[in-house]
């Protein structure tokens, strides 16, 4: 048995409000819990983006009803709401911005990017959904403004190898890595359809050897859940996105099984940068136990994410999940939830 701080996802989409039908704020907590993750940060981009304060707040007393784990939250921008920065940068961990098209047609262009990162004065990083072309861009602006920048889910060799530059360079950033990317390739995408359409797409075998093999130089594993169901998923026009809570530690530990990881780079990629990087506080009676050497199969009717399916259905991993406690209180124990809807808490940066 192995015991781990309770772990943190800085990336995940729990939907509410207005797209209850995909995940809601009980299941998701519910999913993390299953996940051994007791924190998890909530990205902006909601059918209404999260992007002015009655918003946030409204979000916030939605969560306070439903969730079981500690739980944060993002703010987000298209560049027409600078002057909600001031009244929201004590309350969120983090602002996301979308220099690429993805679930919820946040998009922003190299003029508003500058202006919002000037607004930007708190002490959270901006994060950046940014790919190919915009990466470039984004870091001429991180380099002219010295804002410290989370860029997410990086896929791909060539966008590891700018931000290693970029890092050696001494720009202010950090990056994330999804379990998706290194574990899927197009190749399995080919094969699951739309249950692997997601951004960033999949890549290459190569891509995903080199983010195994410059592990040391990504910062953070991050879920970036983002639920559909599975109606939408087989619909003409199935949206971008894969759950990801509950697959993410077991897929890890059978990584560390065969070598490619230890139980330290679970442990600083999901737990020491999460914390340092967005200040997130931490208690230290919140942990995990897992068994690592148990084996299992991934099984979707196990699942208690809502959409119910996982792209990685049916995949066999080797170490499970068998205790988590938060605040000193068992909160789940061999595949069931033992806490009561709303025993969570909302979380805030340390000051």
Request: one cysteine or more; glycine letters at 8%.
């Amino acid at each position: 048995m192995i015991k781990l701080p309770g772990l943190i996802d800085i990336h995940t989409h729990l939907r509410t409000p207005g797209q209850e039908q995909k995940e809601d704020f009980y299941t998701g907590t519910q999913a993390a819990l299953a996940g051994g993750f007791t924190t998890i940060l909530d990205m902006p981009n909601n059918q209404q983006p999260i992007t002015t304060l009655d918003r946030l707040e409204n979000k916030i007393k939605l969560a306070e009803q439903d969730i079981i784990c500690d739980v944060g939250f993002h703010f987000g921008s298209l560049g027409d709401n600078l002057l909600e920065f001031q009244n929201v940068q004590e309350m969120v961990f983090g602002l996301k911005l979308y220099l690429n098209p993805t679930t919820g047609n946040f998009l922003i262009n190299e003029e508003k990017l500058k202006s919002i990162y000037e607004a930007w004065t708190g002490n959270q990083p901006i994060i950046l959904h940014c790919e190919g072309e915009t990466l470039p861009m984004a870091l001429e602006v991180i380099r002219q403004t010295k804002k410290p920048t989370h860029i997410a889910h990086v896929s791909s060799a060539e966008e590891l190898s700018i931000i290693i530059s970029a890092k050696e360079e001494g720009l202010p950033i950090t990056c994330g890595v999804t379990p998706h990317h290194l574990f899927l390739t197009d190749i399995d995408g080919q094969k699951l359809g739309a249950y692997g359409y997601m951004k960033p797409y999949l890549k290459t075998q190569e891509d995903q050897d080199f983010l195994w093999k410059n592990l040391d130089s990504i910062d953070i594993i991050e879920s970036d859940h983002a639920p559909h169901t599975k109606k939408e998923k087989g619909s003409d026009n199935p949206p971008f996105g894969v759950p990801g809570l509950e697959t993410t530690l077991p897929l890890l530990l059978t990584a560390m099984s065969q070598g490619k990881l230890a139980i330290a780079d679970i442990t600083r990629l999901m737990f020491t940068n999460p914390k340092r990087i967005f200040n997130i506080p931490t208690d230290e009676d919140t942990f995990v136990e897992v068994d690592e050497t148990e084996e299992y199969a991934i099984d979707n009717k196990n699942l208690f994410t809502k959409c119910g399916w996982s792209p990685f259905n049916g995949w066999r991993v080797q170490g499970k999940i068998k205790t988590v406690f938060i605040r000193g209180i068992k909160v789940f124990e061999d595949g069931k939830v033992l806490s009561k809807k709303g025993s969570g808490k909302i979380i805030f940066p340390r000051p």
